[in-house]
Nanobody, 125 residues
Framework: QVQLVESGGGLVQAGGSLRLSCAAS????????MGWFRQAPGKEREFVAA????????RYADSVKGRFTISRDNAKNTVYLQMNSLKPEDTAVYYC??????????????????WGQGTQVTVSS
């Protein structure tokens, strides 16, 4: 089992940037593909980005492609989400998730076994 703790959320103006971090408890962090998801009020949780175990492969939702970058540092047991050119519609609680099964990160919620508690991102217009 792995515990995930997100940080880095906050309030930012439209056009600004934030970097989210997700720290994992296990030293075998490199055995997990990782993903970021988000959930806005009244909406379903949706895929944002995913990264493979090695970090070589990434995938993004169309809504964030070109603005967000997912990365990982396996030596620090941490995955990041750099968010640039933020828009009010990016406002949501952001969750990181870990998948011990697949090599590449999935875009599906059911592809992940472990979830963090979430961090709030609010983008003002």
């Amino acid at each position: 089992q792995v515990q995930l703790v997100e940080s880095g959320g906050g309030l930012v103006q439209a056009g600004g940037s934030l970097r989210l971090s997700c720290a994992a408890s296990r030293r075998t962090f490199s055995n997990y593909a990782m993903g970021w998801f988000r959930q806005a009020p009244g909406k379903e949780r949706e895929f944002v980005a995913a990264i493979s175990k090695s970090g070589a492969n990434t995938r993004y939702a169309d809504s964030v492609k070109g603005r967000f970058t997912i990365s990982r540092d396996n030596a620090k047991n941490t995955v990041y989400l750099q968010m640039n050119s933020l828009k009010p519609e990016d406002t949501a609680v952001y969750y990181c998730a870990a998948d011990p099964t697949r090599t590449d990160g999935s875009s599906l919620i059911r592809g992940y076994d472990y979830w963090g508690q979430g961090t709030q991102v609010t983008v003002s217009s």
